[in-house]
């Protein structure tokens, strides 16, 4: 049952293509081509005809996932769509089920996905596991911080840097939750969607003990991902955002987590100051 929806052809892949385009009110460029087709190849691709046209569609990636030491299949679902048309006609609830029945008969313990509805995810057996909190501080806020220890250095890369942080990445506590096992192409996938840059902190001894994960956006120095294992590491990253303080107006932090960690800075108001909490899963 589950092959009579999966997409395998190049007509497929371009249709899929243009189908996620419609759907989402996205705007074709090179860069959002070569990050789709670069992501659309690993994954398990699944769409639904009616009088050959592509009507529905979505992905199911074959990932793997750290809980406590323990590796488990994971397959993250995404690009659920239907031209509008067909909405509400029950295509992605037979597209999911399709995915789902696929990932029992290969042993898939696991799947993730960001929901655009709790309801319906709810009737496939999906319920809410990760928090995200979204912070936003004026630059007028930003708290002076004061490092107490200057022997180690901080290292200013581009995306070429992601490669660099994945075994500090896998390494901590909080990424051995059910966090992602993020293997080579899907590193080299973010690279191609994102214009990021990573700032790494190394000790005196030139070992990683943190790195920052950030956007430089028109007004908004946008944090992706903040992971430190020492205090120096976090004093070192924290006083080189601040230092951004008269170039951007507004600072943001996406952090996988409902308790940030920002409670080390001195001012406690500062660290919970326009707090958000949303749902979402791992890059």
Request: net charge negative; glycine share 8%; hydrophobic share 35%.
């Amino acid at each position: 049952m589950t092959t009579d929806y999966r997409l395998t052809s190049d007509a497929d892949r371009e249709a899929f293509y243009q189908l996620y385009q419609y759907a989402f009110n996205n705007q074709d460029s090179p860069q959002r081509r070569r990050f789709f087709m670069d992501r659309y190849q690993h994954g398990w691709i699944y769409g639904r005809h009616d009088h050959g046209q592509l009507v529905s569609g979505l992905y199911s990636l074959p990932l793997a996932v750290n809980f406590h030491g323990v590796t488990y299949k994971m397959n993250g679902i995404g690009d659920v769509m239907s031209a509008p048309e067909y909405a509400g006609q029950g295509g992605a609830g037979q597209l999911l089920t399709a995915a789902l029945n696929e990932m029992a008969a290969e042993h898939v313990t696991l799947s993730y996905l960001a929901p655009f509805a709790y309801g319906y995810y709810r009737r496939f057996g999906y319920e809410h596991v990760f928090d995200q909190a979204h912070q936003v501080m004026a630059a007028r806020d930003l708290p002076r911080i004061k490092p107490t220890d200057w022997t180690g250095t901080i290292t200013r890369y581009g995306n070429d840097g992601l490669a660099l942080i994945n075994d500090f990445y896998a390494a901590q506590a909080q990424n051995q939750r059910g966090g992602l096992i993020r293997p080579t192409w899907w590193q080299h996938y973010l690279t191609l969607k994102h214009d990021w840059s990573v700032a790494i902190y190394r000790n005196a001894d030139a070992k990683i003990e943190g790195y920052l994960i950030y956007e430089r956006q028109a007004t908004n120095f946008a944090i992706q991902e903040w992971s430190t294992s020492t205090p120096t590491a976090f004093e070192r990253l924290a006083d080189f955002i601040t230092k951004h303080g008269t170039t951007f107006e507004t600072f943001s932090y996406d952090d996988p987590s409902a308790t940030n960690g920002l409670d080390l800075l001195a001012d406690l108001y500062l660290a919970g100051h326009d707090q958000a909490l949303h749902d979402g899963a791992n890059r």
